[in-house]
């Protein structure tokens, strides 16, 4: 018989755990050197709170996607504002933003507060890695308060998208993995064919969201139609 290599229950809640707290330790860290040099009272924050609005606007209409492993998944179009604010805007507000949204989602949703408070830190570390790789292409600042994208950001920004699905999904897939005893590859594999091409369009659709943040922020509703 082939061995099992499915885990303990013990080792899947103190990988959830892990997921859950490490995020928000940087959360709050990045916060302390971000939100003084915000200018959050200022007409150029408006793109960001707009973003900020769609965002939790997606995040609490999610779309069911069925997975492999035959559980549910949700796909919104959030994803495409917060990857948005993520590029455009303070790293710090776009990780509270969503955070908030999720956790408020999940409250309504009746989830267990493991649960939910994995799914929290699963969308901080994946907004902070998706900020980092952009910064890291394209020599922003990790911490800038606002950033003006141009045509040469726009490979950086779908690579950071790439980043957002591969940090999103994998953590997820890592505790389907352990719960389960499967190979956490065929688990985004499974994901890939289910919602990759949904995902590709909301990843791609974050830059055209930011430019319109910034050129005329009035249109982003459009995008979310």
């Not at 939790?56 to 959030?78: I, M």
């Not at 949204?101 to 901080?124: C, E, I, M, T």
């Not at 907004?127 to 045509?151: E, Q």
């Amino acid at each position: 018989a082939v061995p099992s290599r499915r885990r303990g229950p013990r080792v899947v809640t103190v990988y959830a755990l892990s997921v859950a707290i490490l995020p928000v330790l940087i959360f709050v860290v990045l916060g302390i050197r971000q939100v003084p040099q915000v200018p959050w009272t200022d007409a150029a924050m408006l793109p960001c709170y707009l973003l900020a609005a769609m965002l939790v606007f997606g995040e609490l209409r999610p779309l069911l996607v069925a997975r492999a492993d035959g559980d549910t998944d949700q796909v919104t179009v959030s994803t495409t504002f917060a990857l948005a604010l993520v590029l455009a805007g303070p790293l710090v507000f776009a990780m509270f933003v969503q955070g908030l949204a999720v956790a408020v989602s999940d409250a309504w949703s009746g989830r267990r507060p493991v649960r939910a408070a994995f799914n929290v830190g699963q969308y901080l570390l994946t907004l902070f890695s998706a900020r980092a790789v952009f910064s890291l292409l394209t020599g922003t600042p990790l911490l800038a308060p606002m950033t003006h994208l141009s045509n040469a950001d726009v490979l950086p920004a779908l690579v950071a998208g790439f980043t957002f699905f591969a940090v999103n999904n994998g953590t997820v897939a890592v505790a389907v993995a352990l719960e389960q005893g499967r190979s956490a590859f065929a688990v985004v594999a499974g994901d890939l064919r289910v919602q990759g091409l949904t995902t590709a369009i909301l990843i791609g659709l974050a830059p055209v969201a930011a430019a319109a943040s910034d050129a005329s922020p009035l249109m982003l509703p459009l995008i979310a139609l």
